[in-house]
T-cell receptor, first 106, second 115 residues
Framework: RKEVEQDPGPFNVPEGATVAFNCTYS??????FFWYRQDCRKEPKLLMS???SGNEDGRFTAQLNRASQYISLLIRDSKLSDSATYLC???????FGAGTRLTVKP | GAVVSQHPSRVICKSGTSVKIECRSL??????MFWYRQFPKKSLMLMAT?????????EQGVEKDKFLINHASLTLSTLTVTSAHPEDSSFYIC???????????FGPGTRLTVT
């Protein structure tokens, strides 16, 4: 089993849709979790940290499920500018998931 | 957020030559720096982790003699690709984190083309 796994997608959604991604991890001792966004041919940029109690930043909500060992990212009211690859990273060993590609269409 | 710079942003070199890439944390002290490689449409692959003043820890399958990493100070790490070959052509990205925070901040990357 890979240390960090994501559904590669692609997810093609219309503007205004709600979309959710999951990311599973294998190391139960992992402590820190993050979502990054990577645009084509650019470096990843931190989107948000994932806290145990869940956290929200505008249209983005991140949650952690330790029992099932996954984190999730929910994007509400999708914008065209949300089109990117979304990467999860589990801080225990700095492993990135392969990324989930999202395309928001008009 | 914290700022990480990388230099050069793009380099073209001939097969057999060596290329050095610099990664600097501009507004914080980087306790740990990471080097990744990313091939087109592929995921980020961690190559090595380096802590200031100590030897880098390389991931399985990454040749330490080919990819030399030096983390000489709390703000600078370098990656030298020695005897480069066309298959080393890739996007090399560094990242860093510092005391008190676990999230990584990435440099803008270096696109290496070996001809």
């Amino acid at each position: 089993r890979k240390e960090v796994e994501q559904d590669p997608g692609p997810f093609n959604v219309p503007e205004g849709a709600t979309v959710a991604f999951n990311c599973t991890y294998s190391n139960s001792a992992s402590q820190s979790f993050f979502w990054y966004r990577q645009d084509c041919r650019k470096e990843p940029k931190l989107l948000m940290s994932v806290y145990s109690s869940g956290n929200e930043d505008g249209r983005f909500t991140a949650q952690l499920n330790r029992a099932s060992q996954y984190i999730s990212l929910l994007i509400r009211d999708s914008k065209l500018s949300d089109s990117a690859t979304y990467l999860c990273v589990v801080n225990k060993n700095m492993r990135f998931g392969a990324g989930t590609r999202l395309t928001v269409k008009p | 957020g914290a700022v990480v710079s990388q230099h050069p942003s793009r380099v073209i070199c001939k097969s057999g030559t060596s290329v050095k890439i610099e990664c600097r944390s501009l507004d914080f002290q980087a306790t740990t720096m990471f080097w990744y490689r990313q091939f087109p449409k592929k995921s980020l692959m961690l190559m090595a982790t380096s802590n200031e003043g100590s030897k880098a820890t390389y991931e399985q399958g990454v040749e330490k003699d080919k990819f030399l990493i030096n983390h000489a100070s709390l703000t600078l790490s370098t990656l030298t690709v020695t005897s480069a070959h066309p298959e080393d052509s890739s996007f090399y990205i560094c990242s860093a984190n510092g005391r008190g925070f676990y999230e990584q901040y990435f440099g803008p990357g270096t696109r290496l083309t070996v001809t």
